[in-house]
C-alpha cells in the first residue's frame, strides 16, 4: 500500500459546481497535511496548508483533515474554469524539519464554462 | 515563482552526454529540492540540500549527482544522460512555514 494515494481523474465538471478532491494515507503519525496546484507547463503552487483534524477555509478552497479515517479533502466552492489544474496533496513524514514530503500521484480537474 | 530561477528551461541532448541544470533562488533559503515529475509517477525526489555543501539523496538518485558552492544555487548534473532520464525537472526552496516547499518553473530535458 503507497503512503499516500490519490485518484488522478481526470474530472470533469461544470462552471459553478462544488469539487470535492480527496487522498488517503496509510500512517497515523502524520500530522501536516498540504494541498497543491499545478497549472499545465508550470511548476506546483502551495495552495493549502493543514495541521491536524478539523478543516481550514481560505476564500472558495476548503481544507479538510479526518485524521480518525485517514482521509484529507480539499472541496472548491463555485468552482471557476481557472479552477482547471491538476491538484496534488503532500505530506511530510517527519513533520517540522523541511527534509522530504510524500506527493500523491495529482487529481486532473476540468471546469467547464 | 518565489524568486526561483531555473535554467535552461528547455533542452535536448543526446544519449552518453553530460548535462547541467542550475537552480538560482533570491530567497536565501537554506533547503533546495531537486524533483523529476513523470506520468504515473508524479514528482519524485532527486536529491536535496540542507545547506551549503550539504547534500542528501532522494527516492530516484541513480545517475544524478548534486552540487551546493552558494546558498543561492543548486547545480543537478547528470553525468552520462540516458533516455529514462527525459522528463521535467523542477527546483524547489523551503517555505517560510515548516515543511512547504515552493517550486521554480521547471526544465524540460529530451535525451535523444
Known amino acids: 500500500q503507497k503512503e499516500v494515494e490519490q485518484d488522478p481523474g481526470p474530472l470533469s465538471v461544470p462552471e459553478g459546481a462544488i469539487v470535492s478532491l480527496n487522498c488517503t494515507y496509510s500512517?497515523?503519525?502524520?500530522?501536516?497535511f498540504m494541498w497543491y496546484r499545478q497549472y499545465s507547463r508550470k511548476g506546483p503552487e502551495l495552495l493549502m496548508y493543514?495541521?491536524s483534524s478539523g478543516n481550514k477555509e481560505d476564500g472558495r478552497f476548503t481544507a479538510q483533515v479526518d485524521k480518525s479515517s485517514k482521509y484529507i479533502s480539499l472541496f472548491i466552492r463555485d468552482s471557476q474554469p481557472s479552477d482547471s489544474a491538476t491538484y496534488l496533496c503532500?505530506?511530510?513524514?517527519?513533520?517540522?524539519?523541511?527534509?522530504?514530503?510524500?506527493w500523491g500521484l495529482g487529481t486532473s480537474l476540468a471546469v467547464n464554462p | 515563482d518565489a524568486g526561483i530561477t531555473q535554467s535552461p528551461r528547455h533542452k535536448v541532448t543526446e544519449t552518453g552526454t553530460p548535462v547541467t541544470l542550475r537552480c538560482h533562488q533570491t530567497?536565501?533559503?537554506?533547503?533546495m529540492y531537486w524533483y523529476r515529475q513523470d506520468p504515473g509517477h508524479g514528482l519524485r525526489l532527486i536529491h536535496y540540500?540542507?545547506?551549503?555543501?550539504?547534500?542528501d539523496k532522494g527516492e530516484v538518485s541513480d545517475g544524478y549527482s548534486v552540487s551546493r558552492s552558494k546558498t543561492e544555487d543548486f547545480l543537478l548534473t547528470l553525468e552520462s544522460a540516458t533516455s529514462s532520464q527525459t522528463s521535467v525537472y523542477f527546483c524547489?526552496?523551503?517555505?517560510?512555514?515548516?515543511?512547504?516547499?515552493?517550486f521554480g518553473p521547471g526544465t524540460r530535458l529530451t535525451v535523444l
Open positions: 524547489a526552496i523551503s517555505g517560510l512555514a515548516p515543511d512547504t516547499q515552493y
Open positions: 493543514t495541521y
Open positions: 503532500a505530506i511530510p513524514p517527519n513533520a517540522g524539519n523541511n527534509r522530504k514530503l510524500i
Open positions: 500512517n497515523s503519525a502524520f500530522q501536516y
Open positions: 530567497e536565501n533559503h537554506r533547503y
Open positions: 540540500s540542507y545547506g551549503v555543501k550539504d547534500t
